[in-house]
C-alpha cells in the first residue's frame, strides 16, 4: 500500500471513522508522501487497518500522536502498554463517577464510561500517552480517592470507565487512607 491508496481506502472508510482517518493521513504524511518512520509500515499493509495494527503494536510509537490516534481508531485498551505508580481496579460506584474528597468537599472525577464499575490509575508524569486520554482538570493539595490519601498536584484524565491521575508535582506518594 502507497499514500494514494491509503487515501482512497479512508475515502471508503465508514463515515464515522473517515474524519479521524483524513487526520491520521495528515499525520503520517507531508508533501504527499508518507513520513520515512511509516514508510515500512504502509508499505506491508494491505489497508487502513493493518497500517493502524501495526502502528498500535509498535512499543517504540506508544507516546506519540499517531500511536494515540490508532488507539482510538481500533477501540483498543491502550492502558496495558503503560506501567502505572498505582492501580486500584474494579471500584463499585454508586454515582456517576468516583467520589474525591477534599476537605469538605466531594467532587466526583469522571469516568469516561456510564457502567458502575470503575478503575483508578496512577501514573509519573509523563508515565502514559496523554493524547489517548481526556484530560479533565488538575487537582492540587490533600486529597482523598478509593481510600488513598493524595498530597500534591495531579492532572485527572478520563478514559474507557478509568479515572487516571498524573503526578505533576507531588510533595509525597499516595498512602492508604487510615480507614481501609
Known sequence: MDIDALRTAVDAAPLRDRAAL???VLYVSAGGRVL???????GAAEGYQDFLRAIYEDPALKDTLVWAECARLSRRNWLPYFEPSLAVCNLRLKTDGIPVQ?????????????DN???????PHGGFNRQAAEFV????????VADWE??????????????????????????????R
Open 36 to 42: 520515512p518512520e511509516y514508510e515500512e509500515k504502509l
Open 117 to 123: 464499575i470503575a478503575n483508578l490509575y496512577v501514573f
Open 102 to 114: 477534599m476537605g469538605d468537599a466531594v467532587m466526583l472525577a469522571p469516568t469516561g464510561s456510564r
Open 22 to 24: 483524513e487526520k491520521l
Open 150 to 179: 493524595f498530597l500534591g498536584v495531579y492532572g485527572l484524565y478520563k478514559y474507557r470507565g478509568t479515572v487516571i491521575l498524573e503526578e505533576w508535582d507531588v510533595e509525597r506518594p499516595p498512602v492508604a487512607s487510615p480507614q
Open 137 to 144: 482538570t488538575s487537582l492540587g493539595g490533600r486529597f482523598t
